[in-house]
Nanobody
Framework: QVQLVESGGGLVQAGGSLRLSCSASGRSSSNYVMGWFRQAPGKEREFVAAISRLGISKYYADSVKGRFTISRDNVKNTVYLQMNSLRPEDTAVYYC?????????????????WGQGTQVTVSS
């Protein structure tokens, strides 16, 4: 089992940047595919990005491609989401998730463990 804690959210102006961190404790994060999801008010939770266990494969939602970058440091048991060129529509609670399976997936139902989320608000 792994426990996940997100940090780094906040209020930023459109065009700005934030870096989210997801710290894993318990079992080593290298045992898990890691993903970032987000949920805006009144909307369903949606996939943002995911990264394979060794960080070789990365996947992004079309809406964030070219603006967001997912990375991981398995020594620090931490996954990052660098968010650049932020837009008001990126406003949401961002969640980190871990999947015990080795294949990278975009469906939130496939992920086994979740953090509590961190709020990102982008003002226009």
């Amino acid at each position: 089992q792994v426990q996940l804690v997100e940090s780094g959210g906040g209020l930023v102006q459109a065009g700005g940047s934030l870096r989210l961190s997801c710290s894993a404790s318990g079992r080593s994060s290298s045992n898990y595919v890691m993903g970032w999801f987000r949920q805006a008010p009144g909307k369903e939770r949606e996939f943002v990005a995911a990264i394979s266990r060794l960080g070789i494969s990365k996947y992004y939602a079309d809406s964030v491609k070219g603006r967001f970058t997912i990375s991981r440091d398995n020594v620090k048991n931490t996954v990052y989401l660098q968010m650049n060129s932020l837009r008001p529509e990126d406003t949401a609670v961002y969640y980190c998730a871990a999947d015990r399976d080795s294949s990278v997936k975009e469906s939130d139902v496939e992920y086994d463990f979740w953090g509590q989320g961190t709020q990102v608000t982008v003002s226009s």
